[in-house]
């Protein structure tokens, strides 16, 4: 569980976690669900940095 921190590998990518449940790096981004499929929205941390 995220209390012993660690990573975890998702269908997006592996997430890594801290002891107090905060991400290490949150790279996280928002989708939406079209009929067409996903569609990507924005990074859901926004910054003025983007890849």
Known sequence: ???S???????VGQFGFNISGD????????????KEGFKYERPAIRTGFVL
């Open 5 to 11: 921190g660690g990573a975890f590998t998702t269908i």
């Open 23 to 34: 991400p290490l790096i949150p790279n996280i981004y928002l989708y939406t669900v079209h």
């Open 1 to 3: 569980s995220l209390q």
